[in-house]
C-alpha cells in the first residue's frame, strides 16, 4: 500500500516536471491539490486504495515542501501600468528572494 502511493506520487510527479519544469515547484499548492486528487481519482474503490492515495499525496507535498526551500522555481507574475496591457511573464525565484 505504501509503495504504490509512493510509485505513483514519483510517477504524477515526473509527469508535472516534464510537462511544466520549475514551474511546478512555484505552484506547489494548485500541484499538490490536482496530484492528491488524480491519485484519490484513480485508487478509489478499496480502503487500501485510498491510504495509498493520501499517502502518495503526502509524498508529494513533502517532496515540493522540500524543493521549494532548496532550488529556485518559476512563477506567474503579472505587470500593469497605466494605459498599456497587462503583461504576463514568469520570474525566477530563489529560496532567499520568499517570505
Do not use: N, W
Given at each position: 500500500?505504501?509503495?504504490?502511493?509512493?510509485?505513483s506520487?514519483?510517477?504524477?510527479?515526473?509527469?508535472?516536471?516534464?510537462?511544466?519544469?520549475?514551474k511546478?515547484?512555484?505552484?506547489?499548492?494548485v500541484?499538490?491539490?490536482?496530484?492528491?486528487?488524480?491519485?484519490?481519482?484513480?485508487?478509489?474503490?478499496?480502503?487500501?486504495?485510498?491510504?495509498?492515495?493520501?499517502?502518495?499525496?503526502?509524498?508529494?507535498?513533502?517532496?515540493?515542501?522540500?524543493?521549494?526551500?532548496?532550488?529556485?522555481?518559476?512563477q506567474?507574475?503579472?505587470?500593469t501600468?497605466?494605459?498599456e496591457?497587462p503583461?504576463?511573464?514568469?520570474?525566477?525565484?530563489?529560496?532567499?528572494d520568499?517570505?
Amino acid at each position: 500500500m505504501i509503495l504504490a502511493g509512493f510509485i505513483s506520487a514519483i510517477a504524477l510527479l515526473l509527469v508535472c516536471f516534464k510537462v511544466a519544469g520549475r514551474k511546478v515547484i512555484g505552484h506547489d499548492v494548485v500541484f499538490d491539490v490536482l496530484i492528491t486528487g488524480a491519485l484519490m481519482m484513480a485508487l478509489a474503490g478499496t480502503y487500501s486504495g485510498m491510504m495509498a492515495a493520501l499517502f502518495g499525496g503526502l509524498m508529494v507535498s513533502i517532496f515540493l515542501l522540500i524543493l521549494k526551500k532548496v532550488t529556485y522555481s518559476d512563477q506567474l507574475k503579472v505587470t500593469t501600468k497605466k494605459g498599456e496591457l497587462p503583461r504576463v511573464e514568469f520570474v525566477r525565484v530563489y529560496p532567499m528572494d520568499r517570505k
